[in-house]
């Protein structure tokens, strides 16, 4: 019997949200403990050797992964959440959607200058997002120590966007 990986516990679905998408699921492998401890696992094992000062999650499914890896860490976990959902002072950050924009708020006291931060999300498409909340941690202060992503669609582009800016890049599947 071979031993399942974390791409075995995510499922595709057609047409989701609209026509010609292929979504990648990720709610089968946050729903099996050993899918979502092998996942959370191997976010960590690149950073085994590193300090990270916190965790910084970006909306929605990136809460979920950054709450465990923070905790496993015993880290805080900063939230990057979409505009006018933070309730105190906030920085803004826009970026470009295939159509139109959208824009990533911080709290504006949520990373000291100098912490050494590790962004946590799902899924690596255009690299929009994880930009988006890079230069918000950065206009911190904080130091980006990686980006980590469960899944990365490599066509799109995500991870060359996010190296030229000079950030390390793990994703566990493609
Ligand atoms: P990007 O900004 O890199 O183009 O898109 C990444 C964002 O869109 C992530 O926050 C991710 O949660 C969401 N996303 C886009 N496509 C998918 C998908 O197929 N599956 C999941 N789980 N998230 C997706």
Redesign the pocket.
Known sequence: MTRKTVRDYIRTIPDFPTPG??????TTLLADPRGFRMCVDQILHPYADQRIDKVVG?????FILGGAVAHQLNKGLVLVRKKGKLPAATLSQDYNLEYGSATMEIHDDALQAGERVLIV??????????EAGIKLCERLGAEVVGCSFI?DLPD?G?RERLTALGIAVDALCA
């Open positions: 998408i292929m979504f990648r699921d990720i970006l909306e929605a499914r990136g999300d799902d899924l690596l498409a255009t690299g929009g997002t994880a899944v799109l995500g």
